[in-house]
């Protein structure tokens, strides 16, 4: 199957800074890439989704300011969480998808801001 | 959007045992997807079955569109099978259930 692959695989932060987290697809242009939030044992929790060279789908309740979505290329996203505080500490994964077919993810990172 | 229900929530097998794993949508979907998340929480790919059978090995999956349900065989568990499974279907999103954890005991 197809490489995703995300970066950093885990990061501590201080409350009040920002973090930005790489999502790559290694062997395949996607047209689609999606981010999800995930909490100690729930299931994963579509936040956005973005299109190469276009502003990011945010799902409803999810603050567009405080994560920053770029879709910059076919091959990259970044989601940066801005003024982190301890709630916003979780795992977070990517997705990488061509239109209409299979989603690969990437290794997920983990968040922890204390 | 669609709502994604996964049964049963939780599972325990000795190991050698088979198990269904049951994924019901609220509507149709174009694309189904099965997957298992490890211990480090990378979710690998089991099966990308928007309709029909597959088979990987021992796992197998079938999804019945028309139904609006996909299930997950696991034959001949053994104990590295054990963790979650998550089924995901899309309209354009891809939304998750909330799981299966299956435990396989030696």
């Known amino acids: 199957g197809a490489v995703v692959s995300q970066h950093p695989s885990w990061v501590i932060c201080k409350s009040g800074t920002s973090v930005k987290i790489e999502c790559r697809s290694l062997d395949f242009q996607a047209t689609t890439m999606f981010w999800y939030r995930q909490f100690p044992k729930q299931s994963l929790m579509l936040m956005a989704t973005s299109n190469e060279g276009s502003k990011a789908t945010y799902e409803q309740g999810v603050e567009k300011d405080k994560f920053l979505i770029n879709h910059a290329s076919l091959t990259l996203s970044t989601l940066t969480v801005t003024s982190a505080h301890p709630e916003d500490s979780s795992f977070y994964i990517c997705?990488?998808?061509?239109?209409?077919?299979?989603?690969?993810f990437g290794q997920g990172t983990r968040l922890t801001v204390v | 959007g669609i709502q994604v229900e996964q049964s049963p929530p939780d599972l325990i097998l000795q190991e050698g045992a088979n198990s269904t794993l049951r994924c019901n949508f609220s509507d149709s979907v174009n694309n189904l997807q099965w997957f298992h998340q490890n211990p480090w929480g990378q979710l690998i790919n089991l099966f990308y079955?928007?309709?029909g059978t597959k088979q990987n090995g021992r796992l197998s999956a079938t999804t019945v569109a028309t139904e609006r349900y996909s299930l997950l065989y696991i034959s001949s568990s053994q104990t590295t099978d054990s963790g979650v499974y998550f089924c995901a279907g899309s309209q354009g999103n891809l939304i998750f259930g909330k799981g299966t954890k299956l435990s396989v005991k030696p």
């Open positions: 079955i928007p309709s």
């Open positions: 997705s990488a998808t061509r239109t209409g077919t299979e989603a690969f």
